[in-house]
């Protein structure tokens, strides 16, 4: 049972344009979401958080938005560029983001493409 | 700092042979997190640590494997007798688990074979 969902396995975005990755969840419980990033063979790396106080938040080129009502959020990229294609993971905790372990979602791999 | 450090990087081995994973958190980071990622299921976590104490070892899949924090600085997941199934990539992760936010750090991951 997926307590993270990510639906789109794989997304192909032109650069410049912009990139929304999705992500649904059924935990009510949770309370801090986190997208993470990877590339081949190498662990994720942390990319963006959000807690579940806000709707949404931002860091230059990336933006997290949270809809609690319809337990969702998303990951805008904007401008996508070429070295953002990679698996991106929806994590969640329940634990108002202290030291428990994360759910991830499956990842969503985004192409950029030229 | 160096990052989270994982060895072997790639293990092969026959079906009921012992496999040690190790890991080496970041100085300071006092919770240790061991993740198992494979096509199936995604990313999913085994067990964590607290201060070297194992906090949550729900995700655990059998008994055939364990984990130990001897000390902040080390940890190993061993698996005994290993089957094909487990084979995967075993990610290791660090934080310095103090909140509201806080983030984990991970390693480059163990990809494990198992014939």
């Known amino acids: 049972d997926q307590q993270v969902k990510q639906n789109s396995p794989s997304l192909s975005v032109q650069e410049g344009r912009i990139s929304i990755l999705n992500c649904d969840y059924t935990?009510?419980?949770?309370?801090?979401f986190l997208w993470y990033k990877k590339y081949p063979a190498e662990g994720p790396t942390f990319l963006i958080s959000?807690?579940?106080?806000?709707d949404k938040n931002e860091d230059g080129r990336f933006t997290v938005f949270l809809n609690k009502s319809a337990k969702h959020l998303s990951l805008h990229i904007v401008p996508s560029q070429p070295g953002d294609s990679a698996v991106y993971f929806c994590?969640?905790?329940?634990?108002?983001?202290?030291?428990?372990?994360?759910?991830f979602g499956k990842g969503t791999h985004l192409i950029i493409q030229p | 700092d160096a990052g989270v450090i994982q060895s072997p990087r790639h293990e092969v081995t026959e079906m009921g042979q012992e496999v040690t994973l190790r890991c080496k958190p970041i100085s300071g980071h006092n919770s240790l997190f061991w993740y198992r990622q494979t096509m199936m299921r995604g990313l999913e976590l085994l067990i964590y640590f607290n201060n070297n104490v194992p906090i949550d070892d729900s995700g655990m899949p059998e008994d055939r494997f364990s984990a130990k924090m001897p000390n902040a600085s080390f940890s190993t997941l061993k698996i005994q007798p290993s089957e094909p199934r487990d084979s995967a990539v075993y990610f290791c992760?660090?934080?310095?688990?103090?909140?509201?936010?806080?983030?984990?750090?991970f390693g480059p991951g163990t990809r494990l074979t198992v014939t």
């Open positions: 994590a969640a905790s329940d634990s108002g983001g202290g030291a428990d372990g994360l759910t």
């Open positions: 959000i807690s579940s106080i806000k």
């Open positions: 992760a660090s934080s310095h688990g103090q909140g509201p936010t806080y983030e984990q750090y």
């Open positions: 935990n009510s419980m949770f309370d801090y």
